[in-house]
């Protein structure tokens, strides 16, 4: 069973910095792009940021380009988005997501989010 | 950038057939994936590749795609089937784009 726990959401002030993790399990995590997609309160999903299944490709929303920076160590099966000079505007459940496949671009497997909250 | 409309909300009633429509810039050249949000809960995909169905999801839910409209339909509609759904496509352009998303009432 495919499974994506993601952990280090919380309260930060405004220009603060958060680490997000998400462990995954129960598919081979190294061959497979992943993604983070997040979700302002009320709000539809925006897609954040990409990393390649070797990790040595990135794609970032220009949103959060030059502020947020995605890793992923495939001996550990996890995936990172380290978040820095955050905003009120990137308050939003982050979630973790799996490609559906090597090539396509959808998502077959979401994690269950963790909230960041950005606020003084 | 690629811009994906879906109408705010669709209601039906239990039984019938619920059509919600994503438009966008001759979407039938790119293939639409939908998802289904329930309150709380995290995305699930319900359509992928415009109208192949994951494992699990119901045969009352397929999705076709031509011209400037993508449609999820959800045919015997339940009351379970209450939920945001969302499309999404993959454009050279803009990456992924989602559509603002469409709250489905079950009357």
């Known amino acids: 069973e495919v499974q994506l726990v993601e952990s280090g959401g919380g309260l930060v002030q405004p220009g603060g910095s958060l680490r997000l993790s998400c462990s995954a399990s129960g598919f081979t995590f190294s061959s497979y792009a992943m993604h983070w997609v997040r979700q302002a309160p009320g709000k539809g999903l925006e897609y954040v940021s990409a990393?390649?299944?070797?990790?040595?490709?990135?794609y970032y929303a220009d949103s959060v380009k030059g502020r947020f920076t995605i890793s992923r160590d495939n001996s550990k099966n996890t995936l990172y988005l380290q978040m820095s000079s955050l905003r009120a505007e990137d308050t939003a459940v982050y979630y973790c997501?799996?490609?559906?496949?090597?090539?396509?671009?959808?998502?077959?497997?979401w994690g269950q989010g963790t909230l960041v909250t950005v606020s003084s | 950038s690629y811009v994906l409309t879906q109408p705010p909300s669709v209601s039906v009633a239990p039984g019938k057939t619920a059509r919600i429509t994503c438009g966008g810039n001759n979407i039938g050249s790119k293939s639409v994936h939908w998802y289904q949000q329930k309150p709380g809960q995290a995305p699930v995909l319900v359509i992928y590749y415009d109208s192949d169905r994951p494992s699990g999801i119901p045969e009352r839910f397929s999705g076709s795609n031509s011209g400037n409209t993508a449609t999820l339909t959800i045919s015997r509609v339940e009351a379970g089937d209450e939920a945001d759904y969302y499309c999404?496509?993959?454009?050279?352009?803009?990456?992924?784009?989602f559509g603002g998303g469409t709250k489905l009432t079950v009357l």
């Open positions: 999404q496509v993959w454009d050279s352009s803009s990456d992924v784009v």
């Open positions: 997501v799996k490609a559906g496949s090597s090539s396509g671009y959808y998502f077959d497997y």
């Open positions: 990393i390649s299944s070797n990790g040595g490709s990135t």
